[in-house]
């Protein structure tokens, strides 16, 4: 709803791109089909934690500390995007197992822009916020916001039924990675040109 929440993490998000190729010229990677899907996989990936970082920043900011809201809000989302980026980045950098060269290079490389965007969301994104100076968000969002729709109403639901059933849930998802790890057993591995 505002131009800087669009414009911030859509910067950091070219700028990981950026980060991308430049880390696949240096280590000599080549450009490949594969490599085309990076600007998309960047995009849908990387630019969710700018957003959350804008999305805490209007939360919480204030014209009266400025710099102190811009802080209090980047930390207080700091940990739980850090983490979903690691473990994003994490995903992505087990292709290195794969046997396919270009599989390889996507991993490592998009496991690098991952990172990238994750550092400049939490630091280039309160920098510049820091420097242009405060700014209201518009009244009409917060009106929006407001408004319970039926997403907010399933997800307090199903938040209740979590804390209310926390044991059978870890139960129940302990028996399906039991059940899971037997049969990543059964998976074959194999490298088939003329199926491909």
Do not use: C, D
Request: hydrophobic share 60%; proline share 3%.
């Amino acid at each position: 709803g505002t131009v800087r929440g669009v414009v911030l993490p859509l910067v950091v998000v070219l700028l990981a791109l950026v980060w991308v190729f430049g880390f696949m010229a240096t280590v000599g990677f080549e450009l490949t089909i594969i490599a085309s899907l990076f600007p998309v996989l960047l995009i849908a990936i990387g630019s969710a934690y700018g957003i959350h970082v804008m999305s805490r920043y209007y939360e919480q900011a204030s014209a009266a500390q400025y710099k102190q809201s811009v802080i209090a809000a980047t930390s207080s989302v700091g940990t739980p995007v850090a983490m979903a980026a690691l473990t994003t980045a994490i995903g992505f950098a087990s292709l290195i197992s794969a046997t396919l060269p270009i599989v390889k290079q996507m991993g490592l490389a998009l496991s690098f822009g991952i990172v990238g965007a994750l550092v400049m969301s939490l630091a280039l994104i309160p920098a510049l916020l820091v420097k242009l100076g405060y700014k209201a968000r518009p009244k009409a969002l917060f009106s929006r916001r407001a408004e319970r729709g039926v997403l907010e109403s399933l997800l307090e639901r199903l938040g209740k039924f979590v804390f209310s059933h926390t044991r059978s849930i870890a139960v129940a998802a302990i028996a399906i990675s039991v059940v899971a790890a037997i049969f990543v057993t059964k998976i074959t591995r194999e490298v088939n040109i003329v199926e491909y």
